[in-house]
C-alpha cells in the first residue's frame, strides 16, 4: 500500500490547532481534526473526496485522550457534575466521526488501541480494509497524549501507489 500524502502536527510554525465545535477543555480533537485535514488536503485541496472514493479512517492512540479522562476522574471524585459534552468526546469514535461527515469520507472508522507498533498496528487495520473492499484508501491517524511531553499527531493516507 502506497502513501498518498502525510502530514503532522504540529509542522514549522504550527502553534495550537484550532478548536472544533462540540469539543472542549483537550487539544486531542483538535489535534486530531488539525492532522488529518491537512493530509486530506495535500491530497484532494479544499475537499471533499471525490464520490467514487471510499476513504476509511483508522485512528490509533494507546492512550486516548488524557486530558478529557483525567477532567472527568478530578470532576467525578470531588462530587462536580461532568459536563454532556465529556461522554461525546471520549469515545475516540467521534472525532474520526467528525473528520468523516466534514470531509464526506464514505469508508468504515475503527479506532485502535496499539499491542505493538503503532504504525505496523494501524497500517495492518488498513490493509485488512481495503483486501476486504470496503475502503479504496485509508486515513491513518496517531496521536499520544503523555504528560510530560507534547502531543504530537501523523496522518498518513494510504492507498494504490505512492503519490507525492
Known amino acids: 500500500m502506497g502513501v498518498r500524502a502525510w502530514a503532522r502536527w504540529p509542522e ?8 472544533v465545535p462540540g ?4 487539544g486531542f480533537a483538535p489535534m486530531v481534526v488539525a492532522v488529518a485535514e491537512r493530509c486530506l488536503r495535500r491530497r484532494y485541496g479544499a475537499g471533499p473526496v471525490p464520490a467514487g472514493v ?3 479512517v483508522v485512528l490509533v492512540s494507546a492512550s486516548g485522550d488524557l486530558v478529557s479522562a483525567e477532567h472527568v476522574r478530578a470532576t467525578v471524585e470531588t462530587g462536580g457534575r461532568v459536563g454532556p459534552l465529556f461522554f461525546f468526546q471520549s469515545v475516540p469514535n467521534s472525532v474520526a466521526g467528525h473528520i468523516a461527515a466534514r470531509w464526506g469520507l464514505r469508508g468504515p472508522v475503527v479506532c485502535l488501541s496499539p499491542t505493538g507498533d ?5 497500517a495492518a487495520e488498513a490493509d485488512l480494509l481495503r483486501y476486504d473492499g470496503d475502503a479504496d484508501e485509508v486515513l491513518l491517524i496517531l496521536i499520544e497524549q503523555a504528560p510530560d511531553t507534547p502531543t504530537e499527531a501523523v496522518a498518513v493516507l494510504l492507498g494504490e501507489g505512492a503519490q507525492p
Open 12 to 19: 514549522v510554525g504550527d502553534g495550537e490547532a484550532p478548536g
Open 54 to 56: 471510499r476513504t476509511g
Open 23 to 26: 469539543f472542549v477543555h483537550s
Open 118 to 122: 503503532p504504525y505496523a498496528d494501524g
